[in-house]
DNA sequence: CATAGTACCGTAAACGTTTACGGTAGCCGT
DNA sequence: ACGGCTACCGTAAACGTTTACGGTACTATG
């Protein structure tokens, strides 16, 4: 061991160390293919025993690249009306292609009080991110385009209308809406009341176009006044149903699209003495607390951690250095949602319904 | 304007288009005393209009400095019974300091399958980041140790058994305890159950001790087989209630130290037909749902937001760079938390109890 | 033996900043 | 007129990598 200089730094140390060149060690390290064996070998070693990891600003600099993905997403949950466990469990699916590739996964907090374009252009000034994940994408979302304009890799978790192109998975609202319309009317039900979000996610308009078009294929229409608006929580549950039970012509059944309403909605309706599945017909989302709720909820679950897989593997088979990974990655997909039987749509109606 | 060589970039580009040198330019930019206000006003306005932004990689390359704080935080919800909403209200709070500081605030995500340290270790030497915020503190954490040899800022968002004289913020637990067995207690209680998470969170050691405390003041003692372990979340919950139901001798109320557990606790009460406030007390901690559960849940409620800023100032304030801004901020605190009434809790015995 | 080819390795430039150092010009006081 | 001070600015080195390029030693081929 070359005592002589150990208080060199990094790949010098290495080098040092090893009595070769900082080329060298950084060519085995790297996987070249312009270096023995056997010193790879050695070098793999030592970098192990003497706790070497390259210095990732010096990497950066030279490549241009920084190893990092970037999710955006929104702080101030009532924005994207996500149950709390979400965004987690996504995460763990990324993380898990991510990590076989070295790639950081960091999670870019854009604050409520902040413009998520801004945000978006400061990151990208900021060479902060090799490829970007974006949520809550929005019915005309200007961050499309931004970063289409400058060739960045990114994918989004939903769809918008600007999108035409470009990479995006969403879930399976579409499916959702169809298969829930399906289910009631086999039931008996006429008249179906739907939720959306009150601001311009592009789901809300996904979702009722959907359920228009589904109840129109059984000759029924979507009565304008059963479509309640709300912020995509507890409180936006609570005053939909409030909302409902003072209309004189009742619906007999309701899609909630949002995950965390049905509570706020179940307890509304409890309030007046209207029980779900017996009075009315109800349909949601999964969330944490559905099976827990008084009857147990009828709802669409989805498979968050593959959803994460996917999300992941869609946007590295966009980026040119990993993209021989992934040849056949879905681009524009939807995830299926699965129908998880409850009680809360129990309620049948006959003819007369 | 130069158009000679406007295919220069960054600072060189800036420098060029204003005919000075980029040392003048980057003296300007990061407020140096040595430069001409003039000049550095003419500097500004060009890297505005050009849209500059000094490149991350290189300025963390020469300062060693890279301007980013972590906040690690485990995917996977079994493990820390926090959900999105809590992280993203503190983010909220964490990041409004540091945008004041153009610090960057990413979150460090540990997926469930990696040991937590090792991620750290990783981090740690790539330099990801100038200081750290560690959340799901366990009761020895080798991490804090970690750190600590390696004099890298951090603060930990709870207390552990190895923290001694590190800084660290945690929630009121002690408060929380002590407040609730003293409620209980005046209203006749005398046979009270708590429930603590499953792992070795450091929490439940804490919030346990203190009942056990607080109810010895009143001359009670806290029965061991009233201390119910689970997961933190809902099934956790309907599993303690099961529990809880199957003694032979009830208890007469009952705290629930985690946020998400209430919601299935209520469930298989109500399926036994027990209800919360009339035949049992309860008294739990604040989440989304609190206030839709029949009846209302009577709950810790904390301050989100502010215990973000909390986290941030006590972080900078043990950074060099940036500690004469904080002078007076908390090292080790515990941050209290509000009752807010329900009704779950109405249940009151007499002397008899 | 000369030449070409191969396998491996060292050298040095480059990435975009920051900053220590030195230099110039103007000004003031003697 | 001269030295010293101030205010400002330019130069160049340094941070830790990666990689194009060239060089050496050896082998194979003619």
Redo the contacts between chains.
């Keep these: 061991m070359k005592e002589e200089a150990l208080r060199m730094k990094g790949i010098r140390r290495l080098a040092q160390h090893l009595d070769i060149s900082i080329g060298t060690v950084s060519r085995a390290l790297n996987g070249r293919p312009d270096v023995n064996e056997e010193t790879r070998r050695r070098v793999l070693e030592a970098a192990t025993e003497l706790?070497y990891?390259?210095?990732?600003?010096?990497r950066?600099?030279r490549q241009g690249t920084?190893n990092i993905i970037g999710f955006m997403m929104q702080?101030?949950?009532e924005i994207t009306g996500?149950?709390?466990?979400?965004?987690?469990?996504v995460?763990?699916g990324v993380?898990?292609v991510f990590?076989r590739h070295q790639l950081?996964?960091?999670?870019?907090?854009c604050?409520?009080e902040e413009d998520p374009s801004d945000y978006l252009r400061?990151v990208v000034?900021?060479?902060?991110a090799d490829g970007l994940i974006l949520s809550a994408t929005q019915r005309h979302d200007p961050r499309i385009e931004f970063l289409a304009e400058r060739n960045i890799p990114f994918v989004t978790l939903g769809r918008s209308l600007t999108d035409a192109g470009r990479p995006w998975l969403d879930l399976d609202f579409e499916g959702m809406a169809q298969a829930a319309i399906d289910r009631l009317v086999a039931r008996g039900h006429r008249r179906i009341a739907v939720t959306r979000p009150h601001d311009d996610v592009n789901l809300g308009y996904i979702f009722v176009d959907r359920c228009r078009e589904a109840l129109a294929a059984h000759g029924l229409a979507l009565d304008e006044e059963l479509i309640f608006r709300s912020t995509p929580?507890?409180a936006g549950?609570?005053q939909i149903a409030r909302d409902l039970l003072a209309l004189e012509d009742r619906p007999t059944a309701i899609l909630l699209v949002n995950e965390?309403i049905a509570?706020?909605f179940?307890?509304a309706l409890?309030e007046a003495g209207v029980r779900p599945g017996r009075d009315i017909a109800v349909i949601g989302r999964y969330s944490?607390?559905a099976?827990?709720?008084?009857p147990p909820l009828t709802c669409f679950r989805l498979k968050l951690r593959e959803l994460g897989i996917a999300l992941a593997e869609t946007l590295l088979s966009t980026m040119p250095a990993f993209k021989h990974h992934y040849p056949q990655a879905l681009v524009n997909a939807v995830w299926p949602m699965e129908l998880v039987e409850g009680e809360s749509d129990a309620l049948t109606l006959d003819a007369a319904g």
Tied chains: 1, 2.
Excluded: C, I, K, W
Aim: hydrophobic share 30%; proline share 4%.
């Design positions: 706790g990891v390259p210095n990732q600003s010096g950066s600099l920084t702080t101030g949950t996500q149950g709390d466990t979400f965004f987690m469990s995460f763990d993380q898990a990590s950081d996964l960091v999670a870019l907090l604050s409520s400061r000034a900021r060479g902060f929580n507890e549950g609570y965390t509570v706020g179940y307890q409890s944490p607390q099976h827990f709720l008084s």
